[in-house]
C-alpha cells in the first residue's frame, strides 16, 4: 500500500501560540509530504511495496538507507501529529502516570529528561517515551530512526528538527521542548500507545 499524507487532526491555527500556522503548512504540507513522495518512489516495484508501514521502517533499516529515511520519518510524523493538541499538556490518564512514577519517581523528572534528551540530540533528530521490557524509558535518536528500530516501542516522540521549531522559536529547541511538553502534547493518545505495547 503506498504511503499517503494523513490530513492534520485540528486545523492549521489550532496550536497556536505554541507552534504556529507557518510552521504546521512548511511541516506538515511540504516536510512530511516529501517523506511521503520519496518513499513511494523509492519503494515503486520492489520488495517492499505492499507491506506495512513498520514493517518497512524495521527491514529498510539494515542496508536500504534512502527508503529508511523516508519511511522512517513517514512513521514518525504520522504519530506526532497526533502527539499534540490544542490544549494539550496538564493530566495524563492514570496508567500510564502510575508507569511513569514507578520508572522516573515523577512525572517532574520524565518532563525534564525527556526535555534534556531533546536539547542534547545533537543536529536533527527526535527524543522520545519508548516502552521496553516492560519498563517506559526516555530515548534519544538521530534523522530519521526511532525507538521501533533499538528494540523498543515508542509512545510519545518530539521532532527536534530545525523545521520543528525555527520559524515559532528560532535557535531557542528548550523553549520549544518544554511548550511540547507543557502545552502541546495529547496525553491521551501516549496512554493508548502505551496499553498497545504493553
Ligand atoms: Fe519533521
Excluded at 22 to 39: Q, R
Excluded at 182 to 195: D, F, I, P, Q, T
Aim: charged content about 20%; some cysteine; proline content about 6%.
Amino acid at each position: 500500500m503506498p504511503f499517503s499524507l494523513p490530513d492534520l487532526p485540528y486545523s492549521y491555527d489550532a496550536l497556536a501560540p505554541y507552534m504556529s500556522r507557518e510552521t504546521l503548512e512548511f511541516h506538515h504540507d511540504k516536510h512530511h509530504l516529501a517523506y511521503v513522495n520519496n518513499g513511494n518512489n523509492l519503494m515503486k516495484g520492489t520488495e517492499f511495496e505492499n507491506r506495512p508501514l513498520e514493517d518497512v521502517v524495521k527491514s529498510s533499516y539494515f542496508g536500504n538507507p534512502g527508503l529508511f529515511n523516508n519511511s522512517g520519518q513517514h512513521y514518525n510524523h504520522v504519530h506526532f501529529w497526533k502527539w499534540m493538541k490544542p490544549g494539550g499538556g496538564g493530566n495524563m490518564p492514570g496508567n500510564l502516570e502510575t508507569q511513569i512514577i514507578a520508572d522516573f519517581r515523577s512525572v517532574a523528572k520524565m518532563k525534564e529528561d525527556f526535555i534534556q534528551a531533546g536539547v542534547t540530540q545533537f543536529g536533527s533528530g527526535w527524543c522520545w517515551l519508548a516502552v521496553k521490557f516492560g519498563k517506559i524509558e526516555v530515548m534519544k535518536t538521530p534523522n530519521g530512526e526511532s525507538p521501533l528500530v533499538h528494540g523498543a516501542r515508542p509512545i510519545l516522540g518530539c521532532d527536534v528538527w530545525e523545521h520543528s521549531y525555527y520559524i515559532d522559536y528560532r535557535n531557542r529547541r528548550s523553549d520549544y521542548l518544554k511548550a511540547f511538553v507543557e502545552n502541546l502534547v495529547n496525553w491521551e493518545y501516549v496512554a493508548e500507545m502505551y496499553e498497545a505495547a504493553r
